[in-house]
Nanobody
Framework: IQLVESGGGLVQPGGSLRLSCAAS????????MGWARQVPGEGLELLTV???????DYSDSVKGRFTISRDNAKNTVYLQMDGLKPEDTARYSC??????????????????WGQGTQVTVSS
């Protein structure tokens, strides 16, 4: 399993970023995929999950601002982040659910996470 995130960087408050996660080593379309973030010294915060049928769940912290999507033909999951706030500063990682067709909803439902990409929101 390989998950490679890209698209992070420095953005001003109120700005937008689009993260990508390229997946390989498994049949992408069979798995829920998620995005999580972590700040040094704190635990992993699961933000959003997109399931195999395309429906998505969001945490309250990002609902209405972030949008997850997937392209099964490209084995890629995306995270569109709008209305960014300084408190969104973190390392963002994508993850794959532990089992095929499992509707993953908690961090422990995920088998593995990528190395992540840093997002910094600052003026």
């Amino acid at each position: 399993i390989q998950l490679v995130e890209s698209g992070g960087g420095l953005v001003q408050p109120g700005g937008s970023l689009r993260l990508s996660c390229a997946a390989s080593g498994f049949t992408f379309s069979r798995y829920s995929m998620g995005w999580a973030r972590q700040v040094p010294g704190e635990g992993l915060e699961l933000l959003t999950v997109i399931h195999t049928d395309g429906h998505a769940d969001y945490s309250d912290s990002v609902k209405g601002r972030f949008t997850i999507s997937r392209d099964n033909a490209k084995n890629t999951v995306y995270l569109q982040m709008d209305g960014l706030k300084p408190e969104d500063t973190a390392r963002y990682s994508c993850g794959r659910a532990e089992k095929p067709y499992l509707e993953a909803r908690f961090p422990e439902d995920f088998l593995s996470w990528g190395q992540g990409t840093q997002v910094t929101v600052s003026s």
